[in-house]
């Protein structure tokens, strides 16, 4: 079948080595995240190709849509969702060699290909006094491509936002083998922006190729302090107050790992002109002190700040070597959900509930940036993984009832896609769908993912 292929694409790249097609199958979603039933669905691609340039990915795209063949874009394989898994015969398209990199430092702006590392960006950039702002615990092997496709998140969010607000303009390629081309403007008022569709989609209208980002200015001064608080209920009102009162943090991590009634973690970064990040962090200690915090040392502060990419160099370390499951053992999983800040105690209180309820174990609960986004890690032994979904799914329903969103960055993929209806409501998801349709109507761009 793939005869075709080459002859469609003479120059492509295409691996069928069975261990290179097994490898890129996966994402980092595994069945002890609650999910056996994701087991048996988890398939094997029947190709990787990998190509160089952009025409060679739409000349594969198009032979791919009338061999009916569905086409996987694959960045890093770090999402958490199943997105960039290959639930039937696939050729997954492996953009690692779609990795230029320029910089255009008087503009801000950052032209990538979609294969590039956040590392690599981070470290072109660098050399120009300027940085990313979007870092994920994910820096070093999530992609350009990947983090538009999920619409990420990280840890200098509260400054620079969530992906989409630094997307300028992509390159694409649509399912039927076309090329998007968008244009970068600061501010544009030219009805909707096709960009706009592909960010946070997980491939399925369109593969990015190529992305231009808007960066910020390396800070003169950072500032980085650690507080310890009486209650993860003091450390919210802290973050609401700073919010409120202006005070202007690029990093606000709070986390608490047992049960109420419990001591929390508040880690706060401050970046800025020489004064100004000082300025903020002493705003922020005031309120700190009224809410009963305590601050930590230095050392200890500045210890989670540098280790915040640790967990992630593990997790890549073990896939690379193919060590197995890195959190084998037990049953594990999360929930990163936004709910409006009037009902964060509520939902708080039904996931306390639930974990009680099931005698899992909370390993952490925590907010990050804003205090309307709330995060739960939990575990339980091996034979809990319909507890752990049975909580899971609680705390996500109770975020979505309660006015909220089931997940704040990390997309939908296969994991989440039975609770999409409920999302965005019927009206909603039929949208999604038709657009979806008149983009793709075989259905060839990652089939199976979203509720799509
Ligand atoms: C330990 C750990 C920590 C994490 N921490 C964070 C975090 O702090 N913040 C955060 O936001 N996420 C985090 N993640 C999740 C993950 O790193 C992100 O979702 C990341 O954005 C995925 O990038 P990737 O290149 O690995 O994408 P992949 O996993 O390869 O793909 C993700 C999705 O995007 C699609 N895709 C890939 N490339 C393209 C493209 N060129 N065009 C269109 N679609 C494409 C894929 O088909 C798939 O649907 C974490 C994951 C792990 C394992």
């Not at 994402?27 to 190709?49: M, S």
């Not at 990420?152 to 936002?161: Q, V």
């Not at 000082?278 to 809410?291: F, K, S, T």
């Given at each position: ?147 538009i496709g999920t619409n ?10 969530s992906v989409v607000?630094?997307v300028?303009?992509l ?22 922006d096709?960009a706009r569709l592909l960010i946070g989609t ?6 990015v190729?190529?992305a ?241």
């Open positions: 079948m793939l005869e075709g292929l080459h002859a469609a694409c003479p120059t492509l790249a295409v691996d069928t080595d069975p261990a290179a097609c097994e490898a890129a199958s996966l994402d980092a979603l595994r069945p002890l995240r609650g999910r056996p039933d994701f087991g048996p669905v988890a398939g094997r691609a029947l190709a990787v190709i990998v190509p160089a340039h952009v025409g060679e990915l739409s000349a594969a795209v198009r032979w791919a849509a009338a061999a009916g063949l569905p086409v996987v874009a694959r960045g890093g394989g770090s999402g958490l969702m199943g997105a960039a898994a290959v639930l039937r015969p696939a050729l997954v398209a492996d953009l690692r060699c779609l990795n230029t990199i320029a910089v255009d430092a008087e503009s801000c702006l950052v032209r990538a290909g979609a294969g590039a590392t956040l590392a690599r960006v981070e470290e072109a950039l660098a050399a120009h006094g300027l940085m990313l702002g979007h870092d994920p615990w994910t820096i070093g092997v999530a992609t350009v491509g990947g983090v990420g998140l990280g840890y200098l969010g509260a400054r620079a936002g607000a630094q300028r303009a390159e694409a390629v649509l399912a039927d083998g076309r090329v998007l081309r968008t244009r970068a403007s600061p501010a544009r008022s030219v009805g909707l096709p997980e491939g399925t209208l369109g593969i190729t190529e231009t980002l808007v960066v910020l200015p390396r800070p003169e001064e950072r500032i980085v302090r650690g507080y310890r608080m009486p209650s993860f209920t003091a450390g919210v009102t802290v973050a609401a107050r700073c919010r409120r009162a202006g005070v202007r943090a690029s990093c606000l991590e709070l986390s608490a790992d047992e049960l109420p009634p419990a001591p929390a973690f508040l880690l706060l970064v401050f970046d800025g002109l020489l004064g100004e990040a000082a300025l903020h962090a002493g705003r922020a200690a005031d309120l700190v002190r009224v809410a009963g915090g305590e601050a930590t040392s230095a050392n200890e502060a500045e210890e989670r700040w540098s280790g915040r990419h640790a967990i992630a160099e593990r997790w890549a370390a073990s896939r690379d070597a193919r060590a197995g499951d890195w959190l084998a053992g037990g049953q594990f999983d999360y929930a990163h959900v936004g709910v409006p800040l009037a009902a964060l105690e509520g939902v708080r209180a039904a996931a306390h509930a639930l974990i009680r309820h099931h005698g899992l174990r909370l390993i952490e609960e925590g907010l990050w940036h804003w205090p309307e986004l709330y995060s739960v890690a939990l575990s339980g032994p091996a034979d809990a993984a319909a507890a752990v979904r049975d909580t899971i799914d609680g705390i996500l329903r109770a975020a979505q009832d309660a006015g909220g969103t089931m997940e704040y960055c990390h997309g939908v993929g296969w994991k989440l896609a039975h609770l999409m209806e409920r999302e965005h409501g019927a009206v909603g998801l039929d949208v999604l769908r038709r657009v979806r349709a008149a983009l793709d109507p075989a259905g060839v761009l990652n089939p199976g993912k979203g509720g799509l």
